[in-house]
């Protein structure tokens, strides 16, 4: 194997998370940490990760690099292409890190997963400042697509170019920040928001409960898709965005806030958030409430990828950019059939009997073959194109009940194709048992005409490989099954 | 028709949001602006909110009610039940509104949408205080859930429980703000986050793309399912809340901000921000953003529904108490196929070829099957008894494409029926058309057992006759079809 390796010195939350991604996008990972927890608390990092990243993927996910515990730093960072300081905010500790790294590497990128340094402040004293920079990711490092990229006026370009390079590789958006400043960009706004609420705890206005249900059942949801400004475009109307300053911009000289008032950080203020927080969130684990978070995080991500907008168009780069590979990949189907799809049984998807619900069988199996559509090129620009692939006729059989919780695998057979039809066999799988199977053909449409057309020429180069290396796989029993009643039971 | 009426005064964005979310939930509106522009703006949002709401629903919506556009305040406040201001952030004027809207109405709750009064502020004045309070929601008004509910201590209290019940009759989430404070509490966030921007985007810091970048990659994502408290309790990790707030308290006192500092709000920064705003979002006009404002935000509560979490819980609760109103299953089991079900196709529904995916199919049958199973006596207290109808298998016909806001009706014919069996055909119609059909198996079964058995004489003494009946009926062409490639087309 020639994975490339990244080094990930600190282990906790935020290294875990950054560990994760670059395993799961096929890097090898090797992680420096004193603490005798930090293997447990990597391995929980790393547990959520896999049970929710490959969901966002259309395209197969590389094989899992290897993750390696090093003794010491030195040992970590050894033939590391990439390294990511995610230590405690201790500026001293942070120097001391740096110089251990550049003692062992030369011209390697540094990124620190700091929020409370400049780049400037932890370049002070290095070896080699200009390889060291901001790098700084949101929790859940491995769903969020968000890293800001900080350098100063010491870095070296082409080091930072790489290193948004190597980001966008793992699936992440390097925000460049073009001016160093304190807590960057988006931390700023954390806090902001953060003193301003807890005034309003101190001050007995609202509950904790309180104010998470006035941001989540509102702005909230804004901001995950668009952000400040472009909400307020909206909101200034055909006026457009000069009509929204001017009406608003007075309201700023109200004395609203008690922004820069910092309330005593006492125990009473402590127990009193802890308390209300135990009473809105202690019905969960904290455990329950990460798998919560992911799994509506993959829902909201999921969507934006429907929309091609905002995170998920980082998404459907990162599915582009792997795409060629996969689709070599796929063409060797070692006696397999595709594996295309990975899902979660959520709530919605439960029926009065506790099963999956009949539709979310052919949602499943769309999620597949959607998928696989993609991975041969006929994807959203093919179809904006004016060419697509249409589904004429689908046979469906259940052969088990996939109920809440259930992790299921959509997996593809080509039973056959040709230049203007394709001929489909869709397993939905949990673990070794088919819970459905669906046969569908699917013919090649020109979406104008309305009629059946020969795809293009670069979709069939890539299907009807794949299509040649299926036939050798065992024809399924149920291919070609009708409905009916056969004999009494 | 005895629906009730809704009093909205003041035709903007937001005005013509709670029409629209009034409307679509089966209210009279009435609607009193001066504005000779005020019949365009609310059909204009009407239109978004007819393409967007329903998609949220998984129960039929009512019948939409009537728009009327008044020519006095006292002819749009006659006979309603409840009363929105939604007038300019003016309090003399919004003073006189209220003391117009006394006149003509008593006892009638009167909600303010303005987010820079406090109710007490409101009052002043009035002939009956008691029923003027802030109801204070967010645009888009018809997708967004919060209504921020403010009462001052002159607040009848039955008032303000009734207003919140008609809220969450119209699918809103009122959040009872126990104590009156300028800005309520969601803009107090909203006004800190605005500041710290306009100081980015003025010291050049960072563009208004690159801070909607901040927020939309990140925290907004995060903010959109859980709020500002449960994220950070999750980052405390299992050391719990505590630690988390001990960790970073200190943080508080860095001096990062300038909260409490106002940028002048000059020529000069309001050109730097429609500028930037410009370059950001101009590819778009503001009537495309809204779609893909509003495109969004259903997917991010749909994926919420799914889960039974946040404001996807408030959207369940809301079918909830529609789905009793809404099963009316009225069949002559005679020598028809039997209509069993009304649709329209949603914005949800649609895949991006613009037509109904694939798995919206098997939702419309299974809307059609269980209109049946229920029809028959096997609904939903025959499988809390342990028995139930599962599906074996379907076969799937796609005949042509149904389009957004296409009515399509599901009609059921029994092809063949014993103890334990049920063989349908279900035909997807759209006017003389059949746009898709589904053949499908049934197999009733023990539930606990996990086998099949008999179904009860109570289901059997009503399935048996329709199948008789049934038996006339030709039958169709395509059942008993398998998917297979026959020929070259």
Known sequence: MSAKKAAIIGGGVIGGGWAARFLLNGWDVSVFDPDPEAERKIAEVLANARASLP?????PMPAEGRLRFAGTLTEAVEGAAYIQESVSERLDLKHRVFAQIQQASHGIP?????????PSELQQGAADPSVIFVAHPFNPVYLLPLAEVVPSAKSDPKVIENAKEILREIGMFPLHVRKEIDAHIADRFLEAVWREALWLVKDGIATTEEIDEAIRMGFGLRWGQMGLFET????????????????FGPCLTWPWTKLMDVPEFNDELVELIAGQSDAQSGAHSIRELERIRDSNLIGFLRALKDRNWGAGRVLLDHDKRRREGAAAAAADPGGMPLKMAE??????????NGHMTESR?????????????????????YVAGGHSYYTAETHVMHLGEARLGDRLTGTLQVLAADEKRLHVFIRIVRGDETVASLEQMLLHVDMKAGRTCPAAAGVLSRLLPIAAAHAALPRPEAAGRHVGLRSKA
Chains 1, 2 share one sequence.
């Open 343 to 352: 899902m979660q049984v959520l709530p919605g998807w439960i029926d009065y």
């Open 110 to 118: 540094v990124g620190s997963s700091t929020s409370g340094f400049k």
């Open 55 to 59: 969901a966002l993927s259309d395209v």
């Open 361 to 381: 069988y052919l949602f499943a199996a769309s999620e597949t073959s959607d998928a696989f559509l993609r991975l041969i090129g006929a994807d959203i620009d």
């Open 232 to 247: 307020y475009r909206i909101a200034g109307g055909e006026a457009g965005m000069k009509h929204f300053l001017e009406q």
